[in-house]
């Protein structure tokens, strides 16, 4: 995978920049090279973000703190060969239930007592309810990565090697608007479509790989994964 200093100096050979060129050019650039990935997040859920990670409850302990995602995701049990859904409810269900008690058990239910937000970075508390009676319980969690603005240069993108070349050509495309260059303009910007259309058609071929395999079959898994992709307009 490529590392932010050979993408934005990559963008500067192709935006026709001296890549020894004065610090505010490649600050420009590394700019460029963020605004192209943070746009790539949004065009649609990539199967290649999908992440799986657990944690492990501790007794008496309600709430937890899960990391940064660009979805607030799901919470389930694994128990034999087949995972359960902790369901995510309203405060206002929460409350209607009267989940407010301090009952204790194996966790069934959840809801976000805390988001944090900014640009970059989404982190949540959740509430779990029964109360963990047990510092044993699995809880996996299930979301989609987000992508971080890279500073230093060896950071790496959030996306695989697959989508240097549209992180490359997307910021080639700032460099084309702030340059004034209209002709190149529209035919980078034909080549972006181009390429996103055949990374669509790639990512849409991942989702074996970053779905686990006992939950391809699960239901609720299942309207995840039926609702990863979404068509390019």
């Known amino acids: 995978m490529a590392t932010f200093l050979t993408i934005y100096n990559e963008v500067l050979r ?5 890549v020894a060129a004065d610090t505010n050019q490649i600050a420009q650039a590394k700019n460029w090279v963020n605004w192209a990935q943070r746009q790539i997040q949004i065009m649609r859920r990539w199967n290649v973000l999908y992440r799986r990670t657990s944690f492990t409850t501790t007794n008496a302990t309600a709430n937890y703190t899960l990391g940064a995602r660009s979805t607030p995701g799901m919470l389930w049990h694994e ?7 902790i369901k995510c409810i309203s405060d206002t269900e929460w409350i209607r239930l009267g989940l407010v008690t301090t009952q204790a058990g194996k966790p ?20 779990l309810w029964p109360i963990p009676d047990s510092s044993s319980y699995t809880i996996y969690d299930t979301y989609y990565a987000r992508a971080t603005d890279m500073s230093a240069d060896a950071n790496t993108p959030v996306f695989p090697i697959e989508f240097d070349e549209l992180l490359i050509m997307m910021a ?16 980078i910007v034909r080549d972006i479509k181009d390429e996103i259309r055949n990374l669509i058609k790639w990512d849409d ?29």
Not at 109 to 121: E, H, L, T
Request: hydrophobic content about 35%; charged content about 25%; cysteine-free.
């Open 14 to 18: 192709r935006a026709h920049l001296d």
């Open 79 to 85: 128990e034999y060969t087949y995972p359960s859904e």
């Open 108 to 127: 069934e239910v959840y809801r976000i007592s805390d988001m944090s937000v900014s640009s970059q970075v989404n982190s949540i508390v959740v509430r």
């Open 172 to 187: 080639v495309q700032k460099a084309r608007k702030f340059q004034e260059d209209a002709l190149q303009d529209q035919l």
């Open 205 to 233: 071929t991942q989702i074996e790989n970053y779905l686990p395999l006992r939950a391809r079959n699960f239901g609720a898994y299942r309207s995840i994964r039926d609702n990863l992709t979404f068509p390019i307009t």
